[in-house]
């Protein structure tokens, strides 16, 4: 069984606004190995279209080689896009979830490959609701943002999680890899 992983940037105050955060050549090396170890990663519209951004790096790659690696593994790794306005997507590796959010999930964990990301907040809060995520890899980067979009917003449940290991970065970035403890 696959497990599904919330892979999701964030600074100490708990913004997730995909510009917040410190990216660095190693920051993008470790999303570029990370995304090699799965079959697809969700995404919703808002999300999804922040990541074509790395198409335009691919037409005109970065000088930044960690960038451009990153570029390769976005576009190849499949995407699934779950959204209620957007009709179809022209990224040959993306498509739009023909189930809802919860029946593509179940039948994405009950297949045979490797893991699936969730890199939608809107997502990983609703799965986190639905108590469908196996594992959590918060990467917190050391900066106060002050404003933008809260992660752990509207949870009206307690969830305790087990803490399963961590990664630091020389940015003083650090990775916790987290499982929610299933009550």
Same mark, same amino acid.
């Given at each position: %069984?696959?497990?599904?992983?919330?892979?999701?940037?964030?600074?100490?105050?708990?913004?997730?606004?995909?510009?917040? $955060?410190?990216?660095?050549? +190693?920051?993008?090396?470790?999303?570029?190995?990370? !995304?090699?170890?799965?079959?697809?990663?969700?995404?919703?519209?808002?999300?999804?279209?922040?990541?074509?951004?790395?198409?335009?790096?691919?037409?005109?790659?970065?000088?930044?080689?960690? %960038?451009?690696?990153?570029?390769?593994?976005?576009?190849?790794?499949?995407?699934?896009?779950?959204?209620?306005?957007?009709?179809?997507?022209?990224?040959?590796?993306?498509?739009?979830?023909?189930?809802?959010?919860? @029946?593509?999930?179940?039948?994405?964990?009950?297949?045979?490959?490797?893991?699936?990301?969730? $890199?939608?907040?809107?997502?990983?809060?609703?799965?986190?609701?639905?108590?469908?995520? @196996?594992?959590?890899?918060?990467?917190?980067?050391? %900066? !106060?943002?002050?404003? $933008?979009?809260?992660?752990? +917003?509207?949870?009206?449940?307690?969830?305790?999680?087990?803490?399963?290991?961590?990664?630091?970065?020389?940015? $003083?970035?650090?990775?916790?890899?987290?499982?929610?403890?299933?009550?």
């Amino acid at each position: %069984m696959r497990k599904i992983i919330a892979a999701l940037n964030m600074t100490v105050d708990g913004i997730c606004d995909h510009t917040a $955060g410190i990216p660095d050549a +190693e920051i993008h090396q470790h999303y570029t190995d990370l !995304l090699g170890q799965g079959d697809a990663i969700l995404y919703g519209r808002t999300t999804y279209e922040l990541m074509e951004f790395w198409r335009t790096i691919l037409e005109n790659p970065s000088e930044q080689k960690s %960038m451009n690696d990153f570029a390769v593994a976005i576009d190849r790794i499949p995407k699934i896009v779950f959204s209620h306005t957007l009709k179809n997507v022209d990224w040959k590796s993306a498509s739009i979830a023909k189930r809802d959010l919860k @029946d593509e999930v179940l039948e994405l964990k009950q297949q045979p490959g490797k893991d699936i990301f969730i $890199g939608s907040r809107s997502l990983i809060i609703q799965l986190l609701k639905l108590n469908l995520i @196996d594992e959590f890899q918060l990467c917190i980067h050391p %900066m !106060l943002e002050g404003n $933008g979009l809260q992660f752990f +917003e509207d949870i009206n449940d307690r969830i305790i999680f087990k803490l399963a290991k961590t990664k630091t970065f020389k940015n $003083g970035a650090i990775i916790l890899y987290y499982q929610p403890i299933k009550e």
